[in-house]
């Protein structure tokens, strides 16, 4: 009877131990996900380029002070460099950046944008509901002005990074 | 006299069960304590953490981090090879801290940081213009 009892209560042990393992090999092997945080930085990086002071960079305008914007300059203008490890061939951030009127929020009159365009798709799922495997995104708005004119600006920064953040 | 060793043959029985289940917990303790200070884990926690440092600074920025837990994984790889612990090749913070680790994450941060490492495990950086 007690070795009958024995052999039950270890089978239950086992069966403990094995669930135990289980999760926490589950835990501790799931990578630790900063891709969030990734992608507020690049925004705040982006916003920091194009609007100091509260006042937007004047290298966005021509000389006749027209918005000009970036003439395919933006990663170096901003100090980023979007090159990933090795494991990846495709980009895996993207940066868009929306100068509007104050009275028009739909449609910019700037904009500009790098990176891997199939990542907006990601953004949009991502507001509905939270998806790890897609790209985390970040928006950021706020305004700025530019000889005495006011200006909104929209960045949008999306990280993919999966396979490094997601187990 | 046949009961007294049957009373001892008991005793024996749930000695050895206690004992056995005693070495199951700790057995399952040390397993649980080994994966949460796991090596993989510490490297890249510190890899990534490096990395977002390093997003988050502006050029002329001094960073002082503390990673003394990271020179008891191996302590005696980590004597002859601290120095080379936090390496940064182009836009990758690598972190090694086993003979057969390692973990890389990049930055977009267009800087070129310099990164200096004490044996006691304090790691100081400073971030350059790129």
Redesign the interface.
């Known amino acids: 009877m ?1 070795k009958t009892i ?1 052999i039950y ?2 089978a239950i ?1 086992i069966l403990v ?1 094995v669930a ?2 289980y999760m ?2 589950a835990f ?1 092997g799931a ?2 996900d ?1 891709r969030e ?2 992608a507020s ?2 925004s ?2 982006a916003a920091d380029c194009i609007s100091q002071k509260g006042e937007l960079n004047s290298f966005l305008f021509g000389e006749n002070g027209e918005l000009a914007g970036f003439n395919n300059d933006f ?1 170096e203008r901003c ?7 090795n494991i990846w061939t495709e980009p895996q ?1 993207y940066i868009y950046l929306g100068v509007f009127r104050v009275g028009d929020t739909n449609r910019p009159i700037y904009f500009y944008e790098t990176g891997n365009l199939n990542l907006i798709a990601s953004c949009e799922a991502q507001q509905e509901k939270e998806f790890e495997n897609l790209a985390k995104c970040a928006e950021k708005r706020f305004y700025s002005i530019h000889e005495g004119e006011q200006y909104l600006i929209k960045i949008l920064s999306a990280v993919r990074k999966t396979e ?1 953040n997601v187990k | 006299m046949i009961g007294r060793r049957k009373k001892g043959t008991i005793l024996m029985e749930n000695i050895i069960f206690i004992i056995l289940n005693l070495a199951f917990i700790s057995i399952l303790l040390l397993f649980i304590f080994k994966q949460g200070n796991g090596d993989a884990l510490l490297e890249q926690a510190y890899a990534k953490k490096i990395a977002l440092l390093i997003d988050a600074s502006k050029p002329g920025t001094e960073i002082f981090l503390e990673m003394s837990d990271a020179s008891e994984i191996s302590p005696e790889w980590w004597n002859e090879n601290f120095e080379n612990a936090v390496s940064i090749n182009g836009n990758l913070v690598t972190v090694k801290l086993r003979e057969n680790g390692g973990y890389s994450y990049s930055f977009f941060n267009d800087v070129a940081p310099i990164v200096d490492m004490s044996p006691e495990g304090k790691i100081y950086m400073v971030i350059r213009d790129g």
């Open positions: 007690d024995s209560w270890f042990l131990a135990i393992v926490i090999s501790y990578p630790y900063v945080i990734e930085l690049i705040n990086r990663e100090k980023i460099t979007l090159e990933v490890e951030y490094k």
